[in-house]
């Protein structure tokens, strides 16, 4: 029989991480039987090592989230998450234009067009916000469809509608996320957010209208995004997609059917 | 993919400081791996798939260190009672475990929490084996020597 093996570090791990065959590990005890400070040593390592596990193992679970997760990511959207910043910033820019066009514009200018008008704003705002929280995987809406009734009450309640009505998209295959509360031209307005069968969203806001005209049906597009939006008494509604034209189209008409007049 | 999410989550968290960054984290990572498929050159596609975390992790340590913050949400990570029966010990090893540098840290969790070999981790960092084992054990040293710091506790009677 050959000389023992000298024992390295690399074997204690090894010992420790259970990399060893039958033999090595026998080795190692009778190595560790001899040198108490070595085997004082490894208890503490694999104490350690055990309580790592311990704290992690519960972390490795699926979320409800992770099939929209993976559905979603490499689509554009995920990416703007990283543009953040940069969209609000270009938010708050609108407010700011809009706000200091309010309060200047009737001063300044006797012309009162150099204000965008609220049909130019919305769209705009509708945009945004579907840029914002669409590519919100944990926090899209402040109240999930679960609270269906209540997110009606209380978005209706902050538009000063009587009966707001939460569209129902089930038809065109769009299910409820939720709703949030969101600035639009600087007052109250609503947002609801729906999701397909693929994580694809598509954001629906309601906002309050001071110019009180009504528009028909308009479309507009940037970048991939597409937005229907129409006027209707004292309200504006807006749509918005990164979906077809002609989908997001039929979309927008059912809104407009459900929503009261 | 769908499959590895829940080990993913799970290194995501050891890594990182709290829930938060490592939700962020496998985002990420989610994001990278959809995006970047068409790279994926054969070989097991979960060593890949932690390698693209790994490098985004560690990518974003060292954008840290140059711009450091400081996370909104440090105070409320130090205290994770669900993770051990003792608070007090997961709070004691979160707080130990944060003061590994991140290349030691993501050695140790790739062999003792996800369960790789030396030489899946040797290829996965594309590192020497050698490397693998030197970072193990500055990582299991310098947790214990930590853990055994914060062990000593002073008490002092008033004068």
């Known amino acids: 029989m050959s000389a023992p093996k000298p024992v390295t570090e690399a ?10 065959d039958t033999e090595e590990t026998l080795r190692i005890e009778q190595f560790l039987s001899e040198n108490p400070d070595f085997a004082a040593m490894l208890a503490d390592w694999q104490n350690d090592s055990a309580a790592l596990r311990a704290a992690f193992a519960d972390k490795a679970v699926s979320r409800p989230e992770d099939t929209s997760l993976v559905a979603r990511a490499g689509k554009p959207i995920p990416n703007n998450r990283r543009r953040l910043p940069a969209i609000a910033a270009s938010i708050l820019l609108t407010f700011a234009a809009g706000a200091l066009a309010g309060h200047f514009g009737p001063r300044l200018w006797t012309a009162p067009q150099i ?8 769209p705009q705002e509708s945009k945004n916000a579907f840029l914002v929280y669409a ?37 065109l295959g769009f299910k409820l996320v939720g709703g949030r509360l969101l600035p639009v031209d600087g007052r109250a307005g609503a947002m609801f957010m729906y999701e397909d069968g693929t994580g694809q969203r598509i954001t629906v806001l309601v906002g ?26 004292d309200l504006g509604y807006a749509v918005t997609g990164e979906i077809s034209r002609d989908f997001l189209r039929r979309i927008a008409e059912e809104c407009y059917r459900q929503f009261p007049s | 993919m769908l499959a590895l999410l829940p080990a993913l989550r799970r290194y995501s968290r050891s890594l990182t400081r709290s829930d938060t960054e490592g939700e962020d984290l496998l985002q990420d990572c989610v994001e990278k791996v959809l995006v970047n498929g068409a790279q994926w050159r054969g070989g097991s596609f979960k060593s890949w798939t932690y390698r693209i975390m790994t490098n985004l992790h560690l990518n974003s340590r060292r954008a840290q260190r140059r711009h450091p913050t400081v996370p909104i949400e440090i105070a409320e990570t130090t205290a994770e009672p669900e993770m051990t029966a003792d608070p007090l010990e997961s709070r004691r090893l979160m707080a130990a475990l944060d003061t590994i540098a991140p290349e030691f840290r993501t050695v140790l969790m790739l062999i003792v929490v996800e369960g790789h070999s030396y030489q899946e981790v040797a290829e996965l960092l594309e590192i020497p ?5 030197s970072r193990l054990s500055r990582a299991r040293n310098s947790l214990r020597e930590k853990l055994r710091q914060e062990n000593v506790i002073q008490l002092r009677r008033p004068r």
């Open chain 1, 11 to 20: 074997d204690l791990h090894a010992y420790i991480d259970g990399f060893l």
């Open chain 1, 115 to 122: 204000e965008l008008s609220y049909s130019e704003i919305l």
């Open chain 1, 135 to 171: 590519s919100e995987v944990r926090h899209p809406v402040e109240v999930f469809a679960a609270e269906e009734t209540h997110l009606a009450t209380w978005l209706g309640k902050r538009l000063a509608i009587d009966k707001l009505t939460v569209p129902d998209l089930k038809s």
């Open chain 1, 208 to 233: 309050r209208n001071a110019d009180n005209r009504n528009t028909s049906f308009r479309f507009a597009s940037a970048d991939k995004l597409e937005t229907f939006y129409w006027i209707d008494n």
């Open chain 2, 129 to 133: 084996l050698g490397t693998v084992m």
